[in-house]
């Protein structure tokens, strides 16, 4: 078997980097609402990133199922967009520095990739793996986001409510890592951002924003949702003309707005706290891919016209 430290090369001049929270966001695996990808981009795009550590990309990745691109002008090829995993060094709004492990999903090697990042786990005394992405759920978009929180140790979401008892679901390597670092002791949190189902295959900013929100909870960082608040009240009138403009959905929506309110409302008693997401009549609610294609008939009938 190969060492796993063969996976990733770290940089020089970070040797003082230790005791920070770090931030998991791989791409790759189910992100409703791209709630992840849009908290780790306005990040991005927000704060300098300094690579401390690189993962052998060659190595973890299938290039035929997700391409990079390369650009072509006239005659000869100009540029490879190379895909990159690495670890990363921040700072907040506060001036603190945390850490964020970022780039696509491995296809490969889940394993090693597992045991490489928790070598830097342990190399640079990680206190906190924290993680976010979107799951589609049977709530309604004009209702606070909520959210599942899973950890390492129950006492790291203390105060939550489960929202579902057991499930096999497909496995992913952040929550393989989840999973791992619990093992030798390290301690991970991560939260599935519930998504409105009807708004899942697009990007919704709402989730996003809760995304950042649980993250700099947990881990007491400063982290930044304006420009993703600017972003999501857009949304947010878009999304309101859509349903105003379909009697399918609005019907769809207030359904499940009578159904959380009812969930939230039996919450208050401890005793009667449910164990499964939402109503036993959801399976009578037409489904994400019906009223996908409700939006998308709205939005050919705006095009057409001329209002696109």
Not at 29 to 54: K, N, P, W, Y
Not at 192 to 199: G, I, K, R
Request: glycine share 6%.
């Amino acid at each position: 078997m190969r060492d796993s430290a063969d996976l990733y090369q770290l940089h020089p001049g970070f040797e003082d980097v230790a005791g920070l929270a770090m931030l998991v966001c791989l791409d790759g695996f189910v992100d409703a609402g791209h709630a992840g990808r849009q908290m780790v981009t306005s990040l991005f795009d927000r704060f300098a990133a300094e690579e401390i550590a690189t993962f052998d990309a060659d190595r973890l990745l299938d290039y035929r199922a997700r391409r990079p691109t390369m650009t072509f002008v006239e005659n000869t090829w100009t540029s490879y967009d190379a895909p990159k995993l690495a670890l990363y060094r921040m700072y907040d709004e506060e001036d603190e520095p945390f850490l964020v492990l970022h780039g696509p999903e491995p296809d490969r090697e889940w394993e090693a990739f597992t045991d490489a990042v928790r070598q830097l786990v342990e190399h640079f005394s990680v206190t906190l793996s924290v993680s976010a992405h979107g799951i589609p759920m049977a709530v309604p978009h004009t209702r606070p986001v909520t959210v599942t929180p899973h950890s390492t140790r129950p006492e790291l979401v203390e105060g939550h409510t489960p929202w579902i008892g057991r499930v096999e679901v497909p496995a992913s390597a952040t929550a393989l890592l989840e999973f791992r670092l619990g093992e030798h002791g390290h301690d991970f949190v991560g939260y599935a951002v519930h998504v409105p189902s009807y708004l899942a295959q697009s990007p919704y900013p709402r989730a996003a924003i809760a995304a950042t929100e649980y993250v700099a909870a947990a881990t007491g960082l400063a982290l930044p949702t304006d420009l993703l608040e600017e972003t999501a009240k857009a949304t947010d009138v878009d999304v309101a003309e859509q349903v105003a403009a379909s009697e399918e959905v609005q019907r769809v929506v207030a359904n499940l707005e009578r159904q959380y309110d009812d969930i939230m409302s039996s919450r208050t008693d401890p005793e009667d706290r449910p164990t499964l997401p939402l109503a036993d009549d959801e399976a009578a609610l037409p489904t994400a891919d019906e009223l996908g294609a409700e939006l998308e008939r709205y939005l050919a009938e705006r095009e057409g016209d001329g209002n696109g």
